[in-house]
């Protein structure tokens, strides 16, 4: 089945870029939409945007002037960057496939499966 | 944004009993609701998929309803193994956003 796994450094400085990479296993990269999530420390869930496999991307306008997602197909993996950041950028941060099933004329999404996450702290 | 707004924010009960959450949305979304599972140090598991549909895998106990802007998830008989946070998610309309979780913990 497909997998997921996030890598990337586990500590940035304030004001640095955060950049993180998903490797998906098990399964093509292609023909699906893929997706970067996050996590603070005790808190909620927050999604940051997503990505098809042919490089349109969509973004939290929260984040949107910030993030960055890329993809590379020969690698199976997509990429996250995310500029100027600060401490409450500390998150565990998912990767995670963007499941969908059409009923009729209704596509329904959700997110499955996930990476096990990588827990990203901003502090100088 | 679509706020998703879960009750309770968290929960005590037992080993067999029957448990419900609830997630409501700022505007109707018709079935476009998700519920994941998230225990500790795990990523989210998704449970309920289009507000009732069952994730292939997941326990029958499990179940969702809903539609419009209310929503329940359903623990029929609750298992030592479902002590965890819960969270509804609405794919309804980018931002794509999460209610603020139900924990559930034992009595």
């Known amino acids: 089945q497909v997998q997921l796994q996030e890598s990337g450094p586990g500590l940035v400085k304030p004001s640095e870029t955060l950049s993180l990479t998903c490797t998906v296993s098990g399964g093509s990269i292609s023909s699906y939409y893929w997706s970067w999530i996050r996590q603070p420390p005790g808190k909620g869930l927050e999604w940051i945007g997503y990505?098809?496999?042919?490089?349109?991307?969509n973004y939290n306008p929260s984040l949107k002037s910030r993030v960055a997602i890329s993809i590379d197909t020969s690698k199976n993996q997509f990429s996250l960057r995310l500029s100027s950041v600060t401490a409450a950028d500390t998150a565990v941060y998912y990767c995670a496939r963007v499941g969908a099933v059409v009923v009729g004329a209704t596509a329904y999404n959700w997110f499955d499966p996930w990476g096990q996450g990588t827990l990203v702290t901003v502090s100088s | 944004d679509i706020q998703m707004t879960q009750s309770p924010s968290s929960l005590s009960a037992s080993v067999g009993d029957r448990v419900t959450i609830t997630c409501r949305a700022s505007?109707?979304?018709?079935?476009?609701l998700n519920w994941y599972q998230q225990k500790p140090g795990k990523a989210p598991k998704l449970l309920i998929y289009?507000?009732?549909s069952l994730q292939s895998g997941v326990p029958l106990r499990f179940s969702g309803s809903g539609s419009g802007a209310d929503f329940t998830l359903t623990i029929s008989s609750l298992q030592p193994e479902d002590f965890a946070t819960y969270y509804c998610q609405q794919s309804y309309r980018t931002p794509l956003t999460f209610g603020g979780g139900t924990k559930v913990e034992i009595k």
């Open positions: 990505i098809y496999y042919t490089g349109s991307t």
């Open positions: 289009a507000a009732s």
């Open positions: 505007q109707s979304i018709s079935s476009y």
